[in-house]
Structure formats: structure tokens, C-alpha cells
């Protein structure tokens, strides 16, 4: 089992619709999730943390965790083709204060007009 | 400020070279991080460094050694490098490593794309 598991893609979704990524993880100890956003040739841009369970909100992106179903999501509201992009989910890994993020191998969005 | 630099954008060395990649942010951040990141895959973790001492060594070969000489900067030293060591290097920072908790969110460089002829 990978450490951190995605969904390769693409997903596709038409403008103004919703886009769901979901991201599993296998270490029950995990405390610290993110989601970042990368564009082709771009460096990873950080643009979702969550800590706790249930749903964090931040203009058009709402994250999801489930520490029981070791589960975290992330929704795009009213999606725009400016989102198209590799969305990477990124878990602080173990059991002491190391700060080793481990990404899982990101979900393509292709965000049709 | 909330920008992390790195220097050079570009690198082409051949595998006789040495050179180095510097990394520098001025968030009061405390934990600077080095990647790597080949095309399509996600970033691999390389070095941490927590109060200037390096904590984490992903096992790394030794052609590659890192460098913190204050809190704001970050150096990888190059030497000896092979061409499958081209790749995009990343470095990142956060105000701490703390296993839960907020301010351990990691922020990027734009990168510096390696070549190695």
C-alpha cells in the first residue's frame, strides 16, 4: 500500500461545475494534510491545510478530513479552466516532529470551457 | 515577505562540475527543506534542516550536500552529479516541523531546473 494514494487522472469537469479530489493515507498517526496545486512547470503552491476532522472552507475550496477513514478530499467550487492543474495531496508523515511531507502522485484536472 | 527564492532558475553542468544552489527566505521560518521533483512525479523529500542542523537525510548520495548557513539560507552543494540527477530542485520552508498544530505548512521555491550532461 502507498503511503499517500491519489487518483492519477486527468479528471475532467466542465466550467462552473464541481470538481471532487480525494486522497487516501495509511499512517493512523497523521496529524497535518495539505493540498497543493501545481501547474505544468511551476513549483507546488500551497493552497489548502486541514488538521481536523470535518470540512474547512476558503472561498472556492473546501477540504475534507476523515482521520477514522484516514481520508481527505478537496472540492472546487464553480470550477474555471484557470484550475486546470496537478492538485498533489501531502501528508506530514510518522510519529515525531520531523516536518517529512509525503505527496501523493497527484490528480490532473482538465477544466473544459 | 512571504516568498521563498531560489537561485539559479537554470543549471547545466557537466558531470565533472561543481555547483551549488542557494535558497533564501526572510519569513522568520525556522525549518528549510530541499527537494527533488523529476517530470510527472510528485516531489521527493532530500534534507531537512530544523534550527540550522540537519535533521533528516533521505539517504542521499553524497554528490549532493547541503548547507545551512543562517536561519535564511539554504545552499546544495553539487559535485560529481550524474544525468539521471536532472531534475527540478525544490526548496521549502515552514515555521516549524511540529508533527500537528498550524504554521507547519511547507512553502516553495519556484525551483531550480538541473541538467547534467
Known amino acids: 500500500q502507498k503511503e499517500v494514494e491519489q487518483n492519477s487522472g486527468p479528471l475532467s469537469v466542465p466550467e462552473g461545475a464541481i470538481a471532487s479530489l480525494n486522497c487516501t493515507y495509511s499512517?493512523?498517526?497523521?496529524?497535518?494534510f495539505f493540498w497543493y496545486r501545481q501547474y505544468s512547470g511551476k513549483s507546488p503552491e500551497l493552497i489548502m491545510f486541514i488538521y481536523s476532522n470535518g470540512d474547512k472552507e476558503d472561498g472556492r475550496f473546501t477540504a475534507q478530513l476523515n482521520k477514522a477513514s484516514q481520508y481527505v478530499s478537496l472540492l472546487i467550487r464553480d470550477s474555471q479552466p484557470s484550475d486546470s492543474a496537478t492538485y498533489l495531496c501531502a501528508v506530514i508523515w510518522g510519529s515525531s516532529n520531523t516536518g517529512k511531507l509525503i505527496f501523493g502522485q497527484g490528480t490532473t484536472l482538465q477544466v473544459k470551457p | 515577505d512571504t516568498e521563498v527564492t531560489q537561485t539559479p532558475k537554470h543549471l547545466v553542468m557537466g558531470m565533472t562540475n561543481k555547483k551549488s544552489l542557494k535558497c533564501e527566505q526572510h519569513?522568520?521560518?525556522?525549518?528549510m527543506y530541499w527537494y527533488k521533483q523529476k517530470a510527472k512525479k510528485p516531489p521527493e523529500l532530500m534534507f531537512v534542516y530544523s534550527y540550522e542542523k540537519l535533521s533528516i537525510n533521505e539517504s542521499v548520495p553524497s554528490r549532493f550536500s547541503p548547507e545551512c548557513p543562517n536561519s535564511s539560507l539554504l545552499n546544495l552543494h553539487l559535485h560529481a552529479l550524474q544525468p539521471e540527477d536532472s531534475a527540478l530542485y525544490l526548496c521549502?520552508?515552514?515555521?516549524?516541523?511540529?508533527?500537528?498544530?498550524?504554521?507547519?505548512?511547507?512553502?516553495f521555491g519556484p525551483g531550480t531546473r538541473l541538467t547534467v550532461l
Open positions: 519569513m522568520g521560518h525556522r525549518a
Open positions: 521549502a520552508s515552514s515555521q516549524h516541523t511540529r508533527l500537528a498544530g498550524s504554521y507547519n505548512e511547507q512553502f
Open positions: 499512517d493512523r498517526g497523521s496529524q497535518s
